[in-house]
């Protein structure tokens, strides 16, 4: 019963397309217009609007880059890379004496002066695009919290949201180390 129905179906498929193309062949053809007339009703295709002339963007002023006397300071023009942190500044604390009126007062002992403190570099720097500097060439990436350090796979095409001296340095900071 399948198979008769089948064949039915298959056999009426094909003659209502063979009477659809018959159709078509045996209908009359429309006139073609001449070669110049235009028999469409649409109207027609305005001019391309010009594009604007591309604007000129000039180069930007760079002051020179000068070496600092401090290794690893940059300055640029006149003004510092970056700002070395202060040293903190501790004052002695003095203890006052208990109320007692026999008891006679101590004088204070001088403090020898504190040594000079030894300017810094912060831990990280801005990069300067996809560059960092040399002094801090672990790139940072805050987005994925991932550090490269030259020779990485992947150092190269990374852009940096910050630059460490040194993958400590960046690991205290919450980064962790890319794995290739």
């Not at 002051?63 to 890379?81: C, F, M, R, T």
């Not at 026999?102 to 912060?122: E, N, R």
């Not at 831990?123 to 300067?128: A, F, L």
Request: glycine share 6%; hydrophobic share 40%.
């Amino acid at each position: 019963m399948l198979r008769r129905s089948f064949r039915i179906g298959l056999w009426l498929g094909l003659l209502a397309g063979l009477g659809f193309a018959l159709t078509k062949i045996l209908r009359p053809k429309p006139e073609r217009a001449p070669l110049g007339a235009s028999h469409s009703s649409w109207p027609p295709l305005e001019a391309p609007i010009a594009t604007p002339s591309p604007v000129a963007v000039p180069e930007p002023e760079v002051e020179p880059v000068v070496v600092a006397e401090e290794p690893g300071l940059v300055l640029i023009g006149d003004e510092p890379l970056q700002e070395p942190e202060p040293a903190p500044v501790t004052k002695p604390v003095a203890k006052k004496p208990a109320k007692k009126a026999a008891a006679p007062k101590k004088a204070a002992t001088p403090k020898a002066a504190a040594p000079a403190a030894k300017k810094t570099l912060p831990p990280w720097v801005d990069p300067t695009g996809t560059i960092c500097p040399q002094t801090h060439p672990v790139k940072g990436k805050l987005s994925s919290m991932i550090f490269q350090v030259p020779g990485n796979f992947a150092y190269e095409r990374t852009t940096p949201d910050r630059c460490y001296k040194s993958p400590d340095d960046a690991e205290d900071d919450g980064l962790r180390a890319a794995k290739r």
